[in-house]
């Protein structure tokens, strides 16, 4: 069994930064990617960001992209979600995950077998 904490949410205003962190305990492995989703009130939960399977590229939405760095610190197991230049639209819950090697897309949330449980970050304008 993973369990995956996120922790670093919290309510701050438009053009704020935040930093997201996701730790990994339990039977981690070293054959994954791990990503980056959001859920925004009434809307469906989607890809912020995510590595590949080799960890040396990562992937960002549109949306975040320019805005939003991930990072990782193995030592640690936990992973990092650099947020700057918040936006109101930013608002969400955010999801780390965790997917394995050679299940599925970074971008695909069926192919990500572990969740964390949530962090609420509120962007006020």
């Known amino acids: 069994q993973v369990q995956l904490v996120e922790s670093g949410g919290g309510l701050v205003q438009a053009g704020d930064s935040l930093r997201l962190s996701c730790a990994a305990s339990g039977r981690t492995s070293s054959n994954y990617a791990m990503g980056w989703f959001r859920q925004a009130p009434g809307k469906e939960r989607e890809f912020v960001g995510a590595f590949d399977w080799s960890g040396s590229v990562i992937y960002y939405a549109d949306s975040v992209k320019g805005r939003f760095t991930i990072s990782r610190d193995n030592a640690k197991n936990t992973v990092y979600l650099q947020m700057n230049s918040l936006k109101p639209e930013d608002t969400a819950v955010y999801y780390c995950?965790?997917?394995?090697?050679?299940?599925?897309?970074?971008?695909?949330?069926?192919?990500?077998?572990?969740w964390g449980q949530g962090t609420q970050v509120t962007v006020s304008s």
């Open positions: 995950a965790r997917r394995l090697v050679g299940k599925g897309y970074y971008y695909q949330q069926a192919a990500y077998d572990y």
